[in-house]
């Protein structure tokens, strides 16, 4: 192995800027300028004529059909129906996903019995499972909910599983002198540990949970906004189509917000 000669300096690597440093003022004028660019250019499409208002209509009409639904009373209901779901699912899902994900990180023989086969379920399309909890639940909002836990299940389990498996053996060792075992070990001295990878795998799986909804909201959905947005398709209403997928993108955007908050707020304790 070749050495470095005496009197010279090994370079350091470049450090990326961490975001905590940039002011936040800055911080949101820079997140909020890429969406007024493509709000400008999708203006100017459409004031240009490029596209039909039935293939983009200009945001003018978007907003009027949100007001439209707002009068009717029933874009308010879309939101927290669709809301309520995948918070429900997300709950259920990332609970199993640590849980499924503990077991098979912590255990070898779980990791050889159960590794495989749900690595080969993760593959598995959001759209297969539809018919098969059609069949098993019904058309209820239990199968609606089950199927956004599903999709949100697989990246809290195999972040858990993968992080739990690295976790720096002297911590454990040292936790176990203190008298530390089985669950209480898991909690107070490994997931703290594996913060950071829990905490990704929660907002990986909230942001699989918002793209599950639409397919939830196949299973004979008569309101939410995987409804909204199907119905709009067959019925040819653009303007309410574009409206449910901006709505949605908020939506997932705000809900990762608060879960980092919460992220913020779990370090400042166990960090």
Sequence with gaps: MSRVPRGRRVPRLSRVPRLSRVPRGTRWAAGILVPLLLLALWQTTTALGMFTPVQLPPPADVLAAGADLVQRGQLGIHIWISTQRVLLGFLLGAAAGLAAGALVGLSRVSALLFGPTIGAFRAVPSLAWVPLLL????????????????????????????????VDPH????????????????????????????????????AQAWLFLVAAELLASSMGLGFLLIDSQNNGRTDRLLLAIVLLAILGKVTDAVLGLAQRAAERRWT
């Excluded at 069949?135 to 993968?162: C, D, M, Q, R």
């Excluded at 002198?177 to 990878?197: C, D, K, S």
């Design 171 to 206: 911590l454990v060792e040292a936790g176990r002198a203190f008298g530390y075992g089985g669950v209480r070990l898991l909690l107070t001295v490994q997931l703290p540990a594996i913060l950071p990878a829990v905490v990704s795998g929660l907002r990986l799986a909230l």
């Design 135 to 166: 069949l098993w639940i019904g058309i209820g909002e239990n199968s609606k909910v089950l199927l956004i836990a599903i999709g949100a299940f697989f990246p809290v389990y195999t972040t858990v599983a993968l992080a739990l498996r690295h």
